[in-house]
Every structure is written in structure tokens, then in C-alpha cells.
T-cell receptor, first 109, second 114 residues
Framework: KNEVEQSPQNLTAQEGEFITINCSYS?????LHWLQQHPGGGIVSLFM???GKKKHGRLIATINIQEKHSSLHITASHPRDSAVYIC???????????FGSGTKLNVKP | DSGVTQTPKHLITATGQRVTLRCSPR?????VYWYQQSLDQGLQFLIQ???????AKGNILERFSAQQFPDLHSELNLSSLELGDSALYFC?????????????FGNGTRLTVT
């Protein structure tokens, strides 16, 4: 069983739609990261969360520590949001990163 | 631009060989993390250095080693290379040492072992 599970694995949306990507984890964590990887391969860190909610432009990330769950929301999606979104957590018990398998998002114009 | 520099961008080598990947962290960042991304296994955490010392270890093979130098740049050494070591290798840096600060990723080194 993977320590970090993401859903959905693939997501196709029309431009303008509201998008939600979910991440559940089974280990104790000190922080959760949402990463974006574009087709060219580069990785950008979108958010680091240890509690509550963060917003940056059209992106919103939330985390519920008790339920071991985080969501990444994209409002008014745009084709340039097409990328793979990866959830990563730092497990404090074993002092290492665990990664989800990623959600491949395709936003059509 | 994340401020993290990885060299080389691409590397093609043969099985059994040894290579060194280099990472210069963003100015002011003390931690360097190394990750491997292969097609079949996704992103995996290899190792973390903080201010010159190993801080955390992930799924790093014994054939792989890393170090962080006094100027804070880091090198990942891969030896006795196998076909399965072909992957993208990323480094990231952060200010803190306990994952309480955002990560800044380099553009990666694509290693192809033939």
C-alpha cells in the first residue's frame, strides 16, 4: 500500500471549470507539498502546508490533519494549467519524503 | 527561475560506468535534497543534506552516494550503472533542515544508461 494516494489519476476538464485533486496519506507528517510538473519535466513547488488553507492566484490548497487529507483546487481552469500535479509529504517517523503517483490534468480550450 | 542549478542537463553513459551529478542550491538555502524520477516508479526521495551533513535518507541504493561541500553545492555519485538507473534526477533546496520551508527545484539531469 502506498503511503500517499492521489485521485484522480487522470483528469480532463474544459477551460473555465473548477478542478479538485485529492491526496490522502497514511503516515504522520510535518508538512505536505503540492508540486506541478509540466510536460517539459521541470517541477515547481506550488504550496507547502502543515495546517489550514493557502491560496495563490487561482490555486487553493487545503489540509485536514485529523483526516490525513489534502485537496488542491484550481478555479477557472486554463489550458496552461495542464500538467501533472504531485502530492508529497514529509513523514516525521521515518524522516523521509513520500510521493503520490501524480494526477495528470488536461484542460481543453 | 528557482535559483537551483543542476548540471549536466543530459548524460548518456554505458552500463558499469560511474557518473557525477551536480547541484547548486538557491542562494541562502542550506538543505539539498536529491530525487529520482523513473517512468515506472514515479518520484522517489534519495537523500537530504543540511549544511554539509547528511540529514535524512530515503531509497538510495548502496551504489549511489552523495555529499554536500562547504560552499553548499552537492554532488550525487552513481556507480556501477545499470539500465534501470536511467531516470530524471532532480535536486531541490530549502532554507530549513526539517522540511518546514518551501522547496525549490532544479531542472533535473536526464540520465540514460545504454
Amino acid at each position: 500500500k502506498n503511503e500517499v494516494e492521489q485521485s484522480p489519476q487522470n483528469l480532463t476538464a474544459q477551460e473555465g471549470e473548477f478542478i479538485t485533486i485529492n491526496c490522502s496519506y497514511s503516515v504522520g507528517i510535518s508538512a505536505l507539498h503540492w508540486l506541478q510538473q509540466h510536460p517539459g519535466g521541470g517541477i515547481v513547488s506550488l504550496f507547502m502546508l502543515s495546517s489550514g488553507k493557502k491560496k495563490h492566484g487561482r490555486l487553493i490548497a487545503t489540509i485536514n490533519i485529523q483526516e490525513k487529507h489534502s485537496s488542491l483546487h484550481i478555479t477557472a481552469s486554463h489550458p496552461r494549467d495542464s500538467a501533472v500535479y504531485i502530492c508529497a509529504v514529509w513523514g516525521y517517523n521515518f524522516n523521509k519524503f513520500y510521493f503520490g503517483s501524480g494526477t495528470k490534468l488536461n484542460v481543453k480550450p | 527561475d528557482s535559483g537551483v542549478t543542476q548540471t549536466p542537463k543530459h548524460l548518456i553513459t554505458a552500463t558499469g560506468q560511474r557518473v557525477t551529478l551536480r547541484c547548486s542550491p538557491r542562494s541562502g538555502d542550506l538543505s539539498v535534497y536529491w530525487y529520482q524520477q523513473s517512468l515506472d516508479q514515479g518520484l522517489q526521495f534519495l537523500i537530504q543534506y543540511y549544511n554539509g551533513e547528511e540529514r535524512a535518507k530515503g531509497n538510495i541504493l548502496e551504489r549511489f552516494s552523495a555529499q554536500q561541500f562547504p560552499d553548499l553545492h552537492s554532488e550525487l555519485n552513481l556507480s556501477s550503472l545499470e539500465l534501470g538507473d536511467s531516470a530524471l534526477y532532480f535536486c531541490a533546496s530549502s532554507v530549513g533542515g526539517r522540511d518546514n520551508s518551501p522547496l525549490h527545484f532544479g531542472n533535473g539531469t536526464r540520465l540514460t544508461v545504454t
